[in-house]
């Protein structure tokens, strides 16, 4: 089974871009599952799905996140990508890389997770 790390920059500032890497080792890297996926969970609130790159490098958005977010993998580094522009407070959440065999909006069906990273949006 593959390990996931979620990075990034922690404190970004309103209306900046984000950008934060999933790095994972072991198994098959990158080509080790189906479906690579974003989630999120606010303070307070509950997961919420952002989005997923499929094994063919299709990509799936969150309806509400599409014009925000764009989701990239690369296989000889071992690492997917998550860009999002145009930041707000609203945005400040743990955000969470997460695999599996199939994708699915349903984010309790992950079972390979990262330990996510604190984002803050915050001037």
């Known amino acids: 089974q593959v390990q996931l790390q979620e990075s990034g920059p922690g404190l970004v500032k309103p209306s900046q871009t984000l950008y934060l890497t999933c790095t994972v080792s072991?198994?098959?890297?990158?080509?080790?599952?189906?479906?690579w996926n974003w989630i999120r969970q606010p303070p307070g609130k509950g997961l919420e799905w952002m989005g997923v790159?499929?094994?063919?490098?299709?990509?799936y958005l969150s309806p509400s996140l599409t014009s925000r977010i764009i989701i990239s993998r690369d296989n000889d580094n071992n690492a997917m990508y998550l860009q999002m522009g145009n930041l707000s407070p609203e945005d400040t959440a743990v955000y969470y890389c997460?695999?599996?065999?199939?994708?699915?909006?349903?984010?309790?069906?992950?079972?390979?997770w990262g330990q996510g990273t604190q984002v803050t949006v915050s001037s």
């Open positions: 997460a695999a599996g065999f199939s994708w699915t909006t349903r984010v309790a069906s992950y079972d390979n």
């Open positions: 790159i499929t094994l063919d490098d299709s990509t």
């Open positions: 072991g198994g098959s890297g990158t080509t080790g599952a189906y479906a």
